[in-house]
């Protein structure tokens, strides 16, 4: 005793970023997003905000305007988890991660896109494509909406599930906060238009960065869970190691590939963008997608995104045996 008090016993803080975890990813399980106040909208709101007073066609601005908003976002990670007492932390931690995932909501996209293509109604899907995607869908027939979909579902499983786990049990709530602000980031400013070319130039190389490991992850991951969608480890594994590198995107390759070869499907080819077209390279050595397709996709970044959740929290606790710092409880 001292002064009367109790002794502090130390909690340390990989016990209560796994709680937190946890629970947020089973919050995310069972609400979804929040339907109003998101956090993600507010940032969004902010960084348009910011956008309209920084904006220049130079590399630069983009370069602060970046830097300004993901440094914030991380600082606020940092000051939310100063100090904080074991059950605050927890609890912290747990609000991010619910805030920043987006499992939920990516499968009830993908499975409503698949409802309306298995009732035949085309315009139905088309009007909900931009949901998952930045692609035109005007164009489209019910394969090529399945085949946009389906890859924007393996693109998304590592952007908005995987990473956020695997930053939040390397970081914490910065980590869960810093992450999610370069994704939105990317999907604001990141894209190859004529407006962001040079403007979102930094925020489309810091979210490269910031995915590469999540990625790897992912494609691991998907290779793993193949034989629950009906598909083979083997050939998730082929894809990605053959045909991710020829992709354009570091990242979003090796998880498009391997979910083609997971789902016995060949992905890639030609892809009409608002701002223009891609020819993107084949992934994979099956067929072409079709409508039945999606709702296995589906299935397929549930299972990854579980995996993942179950991974990090393991090795978050696991970490506390390396000597993780400790917080103070009375």
Excluded: K
């Amino acid at each position: 005793m001292i002064d009367g008090r109790r002794p502090l016993r130390s909690v340390p803080l990989a016990r209560t970023r796994a709680l937190g975890l946890a629970l947020g990813v089973l919050a995310d399980a069972l609400l979804g997003d929040p339907r109003r106040g998101h956090p993600v909208a507010a940032f969004g709101r902010v960084a348009t905000w910011l956008e309209r007073r920084w904006w220049a066609d130079r590399r630069g601005p983009g370069v602060a305007y970046a830097a300004a908003l993901v440094g914030g976002a991380v600082g606020l990670g940092v000051l939310a988890e100063r100090r904080a007492r074991p059950a605050v932390h927890a609890g912290l931690t747990a609000l991010a991660t619910w805030a920043v995932l987006g499992g939920t909501s990516l499968a009830a996209e993908g499975a409503a896109m698949g409802a309306s293509l298995d009732r035949g109604d085309v315009a139905a899907a088309r009007h909900r494509l931009p949901h998952l995607c930045g692609r035109d869908p005007s164009a489209l027939d019910a394969d090529g909406l399945a085949r946009a979909a389906l890859e924007s579902v393996a693109e998304n499983t590592a952007d908005a599930v995987v990473a956020p786990l695997v930053w939040g049990a390397l970081a914490g709530v910065p980590g869960l906060l810093g992450h999610r602000a370069v994704n939105t980031l990317d999907a604001m400013v990141g894209h190859r238009s004529a407006r962001y070319a040079r403007f979102g130039w930094a925020s489309a190389r810091a979210d490269d960065i910031a995915g590469v490991v999540p990625a790897r992850v992912s494609a691991l991951l998907t290779a793993a869970c193949a034989p629950l969608v009906g598909g083979r480890p083997a050939a998730a594994w082929r894809a990605w190691r053959r045909d991710a590198p020829a992709h354009p995107s570091p990242n979003a390759g090796p998880v498009e590939a391997s979910f083609a070869g997971a789902l016995g499907l060949r992905l890639g080819g030609r892809t009409v963008y608002p701002y223009g077209v891609q020819d993107r390279p084949v992934l994979g050595d099956g067929r072409p997608p079709a409508v039945p397709d999606l709702a296995r996709a589906v299935r397929l970044s549930r299972l990854v995104g579980l995996a993942t959740a179950l991974l990090g929290v393991v090795a978050t606790l696991a970490s506390d045996i390396g000597g993780a710092p400790a917080q103070r409880r009375p």
